[in-house]
């Protein structure tokens, strides 16, 4: 389990592509308490708004972590920010990266990293720990995780949103993180798809683990089991999360799976039955409580009536999480657990 | 992928129980033809009543590989078996391990193993290569994956028994292994356990590529999808062979998943359905084509009445693999797939 120190300097390295900078984007969007300042070198052409601080001054400026917060392309280190990496974890602050490249194998930083008061390097596509099998013994408080007709639809952004409007209501809820950005976000988690695949179902356990009976957490999907590459980690994760309440996220403008034209969108009563189905192994009272939606490009007139139109085949609420009135969603979730 | 070196000489340490002997005795039920030897240690008392071979007699004998064939207590390698090792190793046959024990992490074993004309140490725990996510294409020839109502009962044993009834049809088939004790009978394989969710489909995928139309391979199931901790290898698994057909392994004896009191065994048809469901991702055409069972200690009366009532009820053939005969499946299999 990561356990990040917060706030955050966002490093944005040479970005020249607002795309290239989703993680950043993400992380001003959805802990924007927590993210200080952000800082790119001479020649990059985005920003996020956020104050300049330089690496150098991050620890005198209270910074915990510098959060590189790009993709560089082939997810590599270029080795131009090293020098930046260096001047950072030499202050003291942790460098967080979810770059393939291991920041330990960059000699200069790993050397700055073991002088004294230097900061940690943080590896978030690594595991901290090893894991337990899962044991498969029901736990108290109670639980929903966000599934998918695909991958990359929303099922983070959806748990995200659900969170925020359940703390709205007063009610006790905890986002719980399964991927890279999740991971930054939160300030902890587990990233599942670093995971051999006998540890995922136990992970997903130690992740959400007994809580107060009211309490929500809420967990963060992975992949789909429509994907012929990555159902098997969405598979343990929805066995070890024992979700008491599901929520089927989905694009409507895909026809197939990304980058798998043989591989059709699921019908979408289809899907909910599948993942209740397959859920009910280690919870037996999950339910599917609603659809969200990803509507970008879609007029606010074709949203409404596809909302229309799902909400009566389906017999659920559907939400976009990002646009839409939480409240139908929420009394769904909560009426549906009410003992 | 590994590819082993046979023949063998299994080695047997200080063995005082059979029951500890179960994978040397595996191989020489199913590669009686690749076991020249056994070796174990003075004070042993377990034979499989094959010639004895010294270790530092193996590369003159004409052993490839030397194999542990036993599990000591916590599945470290002790150290009184380091000479023996060091012995074969470095008259040139490798070393095959499936302890958690890294072979190299033994210091003398380890500079044996570099001197010239040494074996090679080989863990079988490890993943020998990165695999590639699946890309969910259907590869050219026959496959037939078995799964099981939970594990270890008897899906290793049902494909070999496979494989060896196909091959005496001249039917080409070639068993494809999947776990350790299972690589060391093929002297390939992969060991799906040791992968992270996201290549396991992949994995199994480069398992058994594209071949003839006509050949079968027969590929050792893992897990199962009604285990709560171990079902994401079984479904990454299931997804990335695309198998034409699947056989349902079971124990009749076991009411709970091994281990999980509170997880009953499925109904057989029930779990039929939903391995079928499951599979129809990455091939529509997958069939059911037998029930295998393990009748370990039932009367041949009660295992001919238990063949005749699930053989009614699911309308497939029913067999135990290692005792009855296998006709009725193998028509099963063959004319379910003849077009």
């Not at 997810?75 to 330990?104: F, K, Y």
């Not at 109670?142 to 009610?171: E, P």
């Not at 059709?264 to 919870?283: E, G, K, M």
């Amino acid at each position: 389990m990561f356990e990040l120190k917060k706030p955050y300097l966002l490093y944005l390295g040479d970005v020249q592509n607002p795309l290239d900078a989703k993680t950043a984007m993400g992380l001003k969007d959805w802990c924007p308490e927590a993210v200080l300042g952000e800082y790119a070198r001479p020649g990059a052409s985005v920003s996020l708004g956020l104050p300049t601080i330089a690496p150098d001054q991050a620890h005198s400026r209270g910074i915990g972590s510098l959060v590189i917060g790009i993709a560089p392309t082939g997810g590599q280190l270029p080795s131009a920010w090293v020098a930046d990496l260096c001047a950072a974890v030499r202050s003291g602050v942790d460098i967080v990266s979810g770059l393939h490249t291991r920041l330990e194998s960059i000699p200069e930083l790993y050397h700055a990293s073991q002088q004294d008061q230097a900061g940690r390097l943080i590896n978030i596509r690594e595991p901290t720990r090893e894991y337990p099998c899962a044991t498969g013994r029901k736990r108290s408080g109670k639980r929903l995780l966000t599934v998918g007709t695909d991958c990359a639809l929303g099922k983070k952004y959806t748990a995200l949103a659900l969170t925020r409007a359940l703390a709205k209501q007063k009610i006790a809820a905890t986002f719980r993180a399964t991927g890279q950005t999740g991971i930054m976000i939160a300030g902890s988690g587990i990233a599942m798809d670093a995971l051999k695949g006998d540890f995922i179902a136990g992970a997903a356990e130690c992740l959400s683990p007994d809580n107060t009976p009211e309490h929500w957490d809420v967990i963060e999907g992975q992949g789909s089991l429509y994907h012929p590459a990555y159902a098997a980690v969405t598979l343990g994760l929805l066995h070890g999360s024992q979700p008491d309440a599901l929520i089927l996220c989905h694009d409507p403008r895909r026809s197939h799976i990304d980058e798998y034209p043989d591989y059709p969108i699921p019908d979408l009563q289809q899907a909910i039955d599948c993942y209740v189905s397959q859920a009910r192994l280690t919870n037996p009272w999950v339910r599917c409580v609603g659809l969200a939606i990803n509507s970008t490009g879609m007029s606010e007139q074709t949203l409404q009536k596809y909302i229309r139109v799902h909400e009566a085949s389906l017999n659920l609420p559907v939400v976009d999480p990002l646009k839409t009135d939480l409240t139908e969603l929420l009394n769904s979730l909560l009426s549906a657990h009410e003992n």
